[in-house]
């Protein structure tokens, strides 16, 4: 939606995860795709994933990581729209075995396949606690060796039980490895013109068997963070990326409140 309906310049480039879905005639016209209502949240979605993308650049070329860890990869494309970037990395998606398969069934009938440098690893995080490193390992993740870690848009679907078990597991990992998060924030911390569309979030993921299960306050976040092990954690503000990916916008795209990140190093 962004690249169909926002002016250049786009934060994000993806019509890939599109093709994926294949939604069908008229996904557009749903009250959920409304352009003017979603512009905000759309914003922030593709923020939030520019983010962890520069990050994984960032940390390749100063650093030499050439690990990268989805945890709920989703339809993440980064595999598919960066061939270039992504050849010089081993790119691991860990998500529920059911969409997984689905979505290598789809790559496949649509040409892109699974190459070699693309692992697939299937975890259902509530079942197994959180605990994905071992399935992880057994798909060719060198845990000797540093690697970006990104969770993006999943805490707020898990218990703080099972994400407290990831940030340990990731807090374990070598030294130079970093962790993206994002968290959703409670209601009372969203600038007041974002709280009814959190709520007709929740509505919407209740609706669909997914409810959200927690939220946190920055400090809650960090606390976690610390008690996990990370050596160094900062909170990093989603406004913080308007500023830096949508200042000067002739539209005025902004994206909305209401989601932060945790950036935290081993």
Do not use: C, N
Not at 7 to 20: K, Q, S
Not at 31 to 59: C, G, I, N, Y
Not at 193 to 210: E, F, K, Y
């Amino acid at each position: 939606m962004h690249v169909q309906v926002d002016a250049p310049p786009h934060v994000l480039e993806d019509e890939i995860g599109l093709r994926i879905a294949d939604p069908g005639d008229g996904w557009r016209d749903r009250p959920d795709m409304d352009p003017v209502a979603t512009s905000t949240f759309r914003a922030a979605m593709v923020a939030r994933a520019r983010f962890v993308e520069d990050l994984v650049a960032e940390q390749a070329a100063e650093h030499g990581v050439d690990q990268y860890v989805l945890l709920g990869a989703g339809l993440d494309t980064f595999a598919q729209r960066s061939p270039r970037p992504a050849s010089r990395l081993r790119v691991f998606e860990v998500d529920q075995p059911g969409p997984q398969e689905w979505k290598r069934r789809r790559l496949v009938e649509l040409g892109y396949g699974v190459p070699g440098r693309l692992h697939l690893v299937p975890v259902d995080f509530e079942a197994s606690g959180g605990a994905w490193r071992e399935p992880l390992t057994a798909a060719g993740f060198d845990p000797g060796r540093p690697a970006v870690v990104a969770s993006i848009g999943v805490t707020m679907y898990l218990t703080k039980e099972a994400t407290t078990t990831t940030l340990r597991q990731v807090a374990a990992l070598a030294p130079g490895s970093t962790l993206a998060m994002t968290f959703l924030l409670p209601e009372d911390l969203v600038a007041e013109a974002d709280r009814p569309g959190l709520r007709t979030s929740q509505a919407g993921a209740r609706g669909a068997g997914t409810p959200f299960r927690s939220f946190y306050t920055p400090e809650e976040m960090l606390t976690l963070a610390h008690e996990a092990g990370f050596t160094h954690v900062r909170h990093v503000p989603g406004t913080s990326l308007a500023e830096r990916y949508f200042t000067g916008r002739p539209d005025g795209l902004r994206p909305s409140t209401g989601e932060d990140l945790l950036l935290a190093t081993t």
